[in-house]
């Protein structure tokens, strides 16, 4: 059951990158939340203590919801490309989908 929940939160970010709803890497996520564009970031777990401090002070000061999830593998394959440990989801509506996967993944375990 653990991994469908995970399967279906990736599945939606690739369909974010292939929407183009969805920014990746530090500089581009971190833009994304300044500019205000970023409705949802995601931080990969075994992403570095310095960039989950960074994500979260930047998304508490600019009222951005966060979630940690995934590895940073699973994050970059996800939406083709390399390890990303962070990514900014752009669209409401994936962003509330994701939000609900995460949250079904967190009250199953």
Do not use: H, W
């Not at 002070?57 to 970059?76: H, N, W």
């Not at 996800?78 to 962070?86: C, M, P």
Request: hydrophobic share 40%; proline share 1%.
């Amino acid at each position: 059951m653990k991994s469908l929940k995970q399967n279906n939160v990736l599945s939606l970010l690739g369909m974010a990158m292939k929407g183009r709803n969805l920014v990746s890497g530090e500089f581009q996520t971190l833009e994304a939340i300044k500019k205000g564009s970023a409705m949802l970031i995601i931080i990969a777990e075994d992403a570095s203590d310095n960039t989950k401090k960074l994500f979260t002070d930047k998304c508490s000061f600019y009222k951005v919801p966060i979630q940690f999830f995934g590895t940073r593998e699973a994050l970059g394959r996800a939406i083709g490309k390399d390890f990303r440990s962070s990514l900014g989801v752009c669209e409401a509506g994936l962003a509330d989908a994701i939000v609900k996967q995460l949250k079904e993944k967190q009250s199953a375990v």
